[in-house]
């Protein structure tokens, strides 16, 4: 049947199979990714309309207001990356939902990159399309965070480490240096990819070859230079990434056994549906596969290398040093057994197929944007989320504009629980600056008196108990101070949703003339949001 339709395809298979034409002419390809990011931006659009951005993607927003080597909980590439692209874009939901869905999107790109030194014709598109239909480059990078950056990072990384392995050429070596540093300033999990590639090249039997070339320790000088500065920022500032990054090291055997079950089911639900795709087409010819195996090229034999330790090492880290281990942290390496499963075939594939899987992906798509978005929308409305997200944008509007009723000035700072907290420094017109996460603050610590002379405010929803019992530690401290209960309600398309309390506490600028010094004006009304 493939045979025949790729003989005399149907009319409606035609428009298909001319833009396959056009995968070596260089279109067809960046056609695909950039309908890919298109039609996935507007299902976050739509999904999420009434409700705020992810925290993740606030709190990213949030970091790279201001520059450093690294930040509290994180290594600082996704605060970058963030500071970049709102350079250039506006400060609105659609535009940090498109830079979540462009990462997603380059990360193809880089794939492809991979792909196209092994294979050519339609089966490079094959390869993106069996990865459109795992959930990595939609609903996981959507939450733009550590680990979704990671999305575009690792297949470059690799891309570049494939050639330097190749060529032992000094420019790709440099590049590898470059990109593996990148991906350490993405999230410490990268250790494992880099541990990865030492172990493909040990594995690879041309491994005599590489590493009595300059390639590999170009490399690791290259890459322990690009990394010196945040090394350093870890020297100096008390390594807070690596505390909250051991705070996952704390499980037992038996629970440290569970999470590598749990972590090794994930990926393999996260693969479930490219997998029967792909077993849909090979067929019967899966029966090759030991043979296809026997004679796969050196190239993808490295790639196998490194697949094998993207999942190996950190399993037995795991089990070694009992740390957590979701399977969210490794959705950045699906790609590589992708391009092994379909480039390492030695048989061709029939354009009927591919056409075939570029319909399922496209139908895919256009439900997930005409009839899941809306309805999740809806439901949302009435429903919620437990981080609150209906309520950013209306809670800092409000919050705001109580703070105008008490001074000129603009609000300055803005503290309390993380998620309200970061949504009310990017939603207020003012755009307060973030001091000090909450987390981080309680149960000592509180914000500095300065900070507090120059105006600062704290939410927390009403039913964060810490969050509201370190506010009243923060009121002691600053002596005059006014406090609020706000009813808010969430909004879809003019209807009306849930509503939720928010509490908030606003310390006025000294010598604003809101209230006296020294003494606490505690004002507690509970009031419902017109916006």
């Not at 396959?20 to 309309?49: K, M, Q, R, S």
């Not at 089966?123 to 990671?150: G, I, S, W």
């Not at 149960?443 to 509201?468: N, V, Y």
Request: charged residues 15%; contains cysteine; glycine residues 6%.
């Amino acid at each position: 049947m493939a045979e025949r339709s790729d003989r005399a395809p149907a009319r409606w298979r035609r428009p298909f199979r001319r833009w396959l034409d056009g995968h070596e002419t260089g279109w067809a390809v960046p056609l695909l990714v950039a309908c890919f990011v298109g039609i996935w931006t507007l299902y976050l659009a739509v999904a999420y309309a009434g409700s705020g951005l992810h925290p993740d993607t606030l709190e990213a927003w949030t970091l790279g207001r201001h520059f450093a080597w690294g930040y509290p909980k994180h290594p600082p590439l996704t605060g970058w990356v963030a500071a970049n692209w709102s350079a250039i874009f506006p400060l609105t939901d659609w535009s940090l939902q498109l830079m979540a869905m462009a990462n997603a999107g380059l990360a193809l790109v880089f794939v492809d990159r991979i792909a196209r030194q092994f294979v050519r014709g339609h089966k490079r598109v094959l390869v993106l399309l069996l990865l459109m239909l795992t959930p990595a480059y939609q609903f996981h990078a959507q939450r733009f965070n550590a680990n979704a950056v990671l999305l575009a990072v690792w297949p470059l990384a690799t891309w570049c480490f494939l050639r330097a392995f190749e060529t032992r050429a000094a420019s790709w070596a440099v590049a590898v240096g470059c990109t593996t540093a990148l991906a350490m300033v993405g999230k410490y999990y990268s250790i494992f990819l880099v541990a990865s590639f030492t172990f493909a090249a040990l594995a690879h039997p041309a491994r005599r070859a590489y590493f009595t070339s300059a390639s590999p320790w170009i490399s690791v000088v290259v890459g322990l230079a690009a990394l010196s500065p945040h090394l350093h920022w870890l020297a100096t500032t008390g390594a807070s990434t690596f505390t909250y990054a051991l705070n996952h090291a704390n499980g037992t055997a038996a629970s440290s056994a569970a999470d590598v079950r749990n972590f090794l089911l994930g990926l393999l639900a996260a693969m479930s549906v490219s997998a029967v795709s792909w077993v849909l087409i090979a067929g019967t010819r899966l029966k090759q596969f030991p043979d296809d195996f026997a004679a796969m090229n050196p190239g993808l034999r490295l790639l196998f290398y490194v697949a094998v330790g993207t999942i190996a090492l950190p399993v037995l880290i795991s089990l070694v040093m009992g740390t957590d281990l979701p399977s969210l942290w490794a959705l950045q390496g699906l790609f590589l057994f992708a391009i092994l499963v379909v480039c390492g075939t030695n048989y061709s594939i029939e354009r009927f197929y591919t056409v075939n899987l570029t319909v399922v992906v496209a139908g895919v798509a256009l439900t997930a944007v005409l009839v899941a978005a809306p309805t999740h929308a809806v439901y949302r409305n009435h429903h919620g989320y437990e981080e609150g997200r209906n309520f950013y944008a209306q809670a800092a509007s409000r919050l705001t504009r109580e703070w105008r009723e008490l001074t000129d000035e603009p609000l300055a700072a803005v503290s309390g629980d993380d998620s309200p907290a970061f949504a009310t420094a990017f939603y207020s017109p003012d755009h307060p600056h973030h001091v000090r996460p909450f987390e981080d603050q309680y149960p000592g610590g509180l914000p500095h008196k300065t900070t507090l002379e120059r105006g600062w405010a704290a939410l927390c929803f009403r039913d964060q108990d810490d969050c509201s019992r370190w506010m009243d530690s923060v009121a002691g401290r600053a002596g005059h101070f006014i406090r609020r209960e706000l009813i808010i309600q969430a909004q879809l398309w003019g209807r009306p949703g849930l509503t939720r309390e928010v509490v908030v506490l606003m310390v006025p600028p000294r010598g604003s003339g809101a209230a006296p010094e020294g003494i606490a004006d505690v004002f507690s009304a509970s009031r419902r949001a017109t916006e």
